[in-house]
């Protein structure tokens, strides 16, 4: 298993009760409640069939969800519960809570029949005295929040688990004069568990020089057939360039690394002979997540993209802003993945960069919803911001990968947050909306997050 083939999330689920109240009908709710936990793709339900309602049948479940090694637990409240049942099992488990309150049957009978909302109130109050902040749903089983919300939270408990055995390789350190982009190992990995490798410019190109001749010209044939125009490449310039595809993505497989981070201009021309940007394009589209510049956050923005999206993502500049049509026009040197070029336009491989040794991708990228998002750190602490917009049909104006994106929110207000308050100047652009999954993993990881035209919060 890899971080973006993962396997199933383990999603751990009991019901409170209490006998003063229809017990017998919120043990026919939780049955339902299993089955939908049991329909959600990537999920596999770890279920405490009898319902909790004294502190024995609680300690009881501990010890059997403990044996299933769980990623996430829901505390159904199927009536009202006594309010020691949920803090035993928010002090028992490590993981991502969700508390969910059921709605009162619409048929009456005169009395409270499951008085399930004061329940997970009571709950969720103790458990904020408690220092926990669990997740909150208020839904009936045919509400389709309840399956937006309780499959949004296995997705996010799945990236925290997998964020813990992450390894991203950190190839030659970042790309000169962007000191922003440097990385604190040792505050990444206790902040989310991933693992960073530095790993010598010097041992990649002895790796790629290594590639026999033969392979690297029927590599390269492979590879630029890919694009429209490849007319200023030479013979030579395109047997480098898939020399050092082939030699990433073995360096990876045979290292067991999720992720790359490179160094793909500056020593990389004067050391082997082309700058990586077109490598970069390539191994993103294969499945190899690869961040350039070695922007390693970057990076691991682009792994949690990808992860919620199901689709590669591109690590870009924002390099204009146009407040009267509300648009940014996003652009790099030729390393997004070519399957989200635009169709109905041609895809280039230039080698204008690095005097002439470049090798970098020329296209404009299809149009669609997507996300801004980054995942980077202030100095002291990991943080995160992201907004919404439309990408637009967008003209190559200049050589590189290009969009102009029109966003749901101000530019204006955008570019000041990026510029005052010290953001890296890489982005992420992702195909997809994933802002309440992004909102609800900083929420977890108890880091600063931002959304747009919404207060900044906090996550403690």
Request: proline share 3%; net charge negative.
């Amino acid at each position: 298993m890899t971080f973006l083939s993962p396997r199933p999330t383990r999603l751990g689920i009991v019901c409170l009760a209490r006998l003063t109240f229809e017990a017998d009908l919120g043990a026919q709710l939780y049955a339902q409640a299993r089955a939908l936990l049991g329909s959600l793709d990537g999920v596999q339900v770890c279920a405490i069939e009898k319902l909790v309602i004294e502190s024995p049948d609680a300690d009881a479940a501990i010890e059997q969800l403990r044996t299933k090694q769980i990623d996430a637990l829901v505390i159904l409240n199927g009536t009202f519960a006594l309010g020691g049942l949920a803090m035993r099992f928010a002090q028992s488990f490590d993981v991502p809570l969700l508390l969910w309150g059921l709605p009162e049957p619409k048929e009456q009978t005169g009395k409270l029949r499951l008085n399930s909302l004061v329940g997970m109130h009571v709950n969720a109050s103790n458990l904020y005295k408690l220092g926990y902040r669990p997740l909150t749903l208020y839904a009936s089983l045919d509400d389709l929040r309840a399956r937006e919300n309780i499959a949004r939270l296995a997705r996010v408990a799945g990236i925290l688990r997998d964020l813990r055995t992450l390894r991203i390789a950190n190839i030659g350190g970042h790309a000169p004069g962007f000191d922003n982009l440097g990385v604190d190992k040792l505050q990444l990995r206790r902040a989310l568990g991933v693992e960073v490798v530095d790993v010598s410019l010097q041992t990649l190109v002895a790796h790629a020089k290594s590639v026999v001749r033969e392979r690297a010209k029927a590599t390269a044939g492979e590879l630029l057939g890919q694009f429209d125009d490849t007319g200023e490449l030479g013979e030579t310039q395109g047997e480098l360039f898939a020399g050092l595809v082939i030699a990433l993505r073995a360096f990876a497989a045979e290292n067991k690394f999720d992720a790359l981070a490179i160094k793909c201009w500056g020593d990389l021309v004067e050391q082997y002979g082309i700058a990586g940007c077109g490598v970069v394009s390539a191994l993103n589209d294969s499945g190899l997540v690869t961040g350039c510049e070695g922007d390693v956050m970057g990076t691991l923005t682009m792994l949690v993209a990808q992860r919620l999206t199901g689709t590669p993502s591109v690590l870009t500049d924002l390099v204009s802003v146009d407040r009267e049509d509300n648009t940014a026009f996003l652009w790099h040197i030729g390393c997004a993945p070519l399957c989200l070029a635009n169709p109905k336009q041609s895809k280039h491989l230039f080698s204008h960069f690095a005097g002439g040794k470049g090798v970098t991708a020329g296209f404009a990228l299809k149009p669609g919803r997507v996300t801004l998002l980054r995942i980077g750190d202030d100095g002291q602490s990991v943080r995160m911001i992201a907004t919404t917009g439309n990408a637009l049909e967008t003209e190559m104006e200049v050589r590189g990968t290009v969009s102009r994106v029109a966003l749901d929110s101000s530019a204006s207000v955008f570019l000041d947050e990026l510029l005052t308050n010290g953001w890296e100047h890489h982005l992420v652009m992702a195909y997809g909306e994933i802002v309440p999954e992004l909102e609800m993993l900083a929420r977890e990881l108890e880091m600063l997050a931002r959304e747009l035209e919404m207060p900044l919060t906090v996550m403690k």
